[in-house]
């Protein structure tokens, strides 16, 4: 129902990013995101709702195509997101330049711009 029977809101927030480089010359990806739902009346009245959905979380890179700095997912699924926040630890290839939740805005979200987070401690 949501989305289609009900005016369903999310605020989806990359509160941290952080990585380090493994002896194995993969990288260790923490990320720590922050997820609220809302429903919607007609009158904008909103009320706070559990968390229980399916979102994208994704870990970017830099790579040169034709001579061209471009960013390329080298991390992309969707996780279970039943907590307001959670932890994400996951173990990249290519070394990471920021992630994120629902990267792509798919959601319908208050503020788009804080899906994603750059700051990060090597």
Do not use: C
Request: glycine share 4%; proline share 4%.
């Amino acid at each position: 129902t949501d989305m289609f029977e009900k005016i369903t809101l999310f605020e989806n927030i990359a509160k941290s990013f952080e990585f380090e480089e493994t002896e194995s010359g993969e990288y260790l990806v923490t990320l720590k995101v922050e997820s609220t739902k809302v429903y919607a009346d007609s009158l904008g009245n909103e009320t706070e709702v559990p968390i229980n959905d399916w979102i994208d979380i994704g870990i970017f890179t830099e790579k040169f195509i034709n001579g061209k700095k471009t960013e390329k997912p080298t991390y992309f699924q969707k996780h279970k997101i039943t907590e307001k926040e959670m932890t994400f630890t996951i173990i990249v290839k290519d070394k990471p330049v920021r992630g994120g939740i629902d990267p792509y805005n798919k959601l319908i979200d208050r503020n788009p711009y804080n899906n994603v987070n750059d700051e990060f401690v090597e």
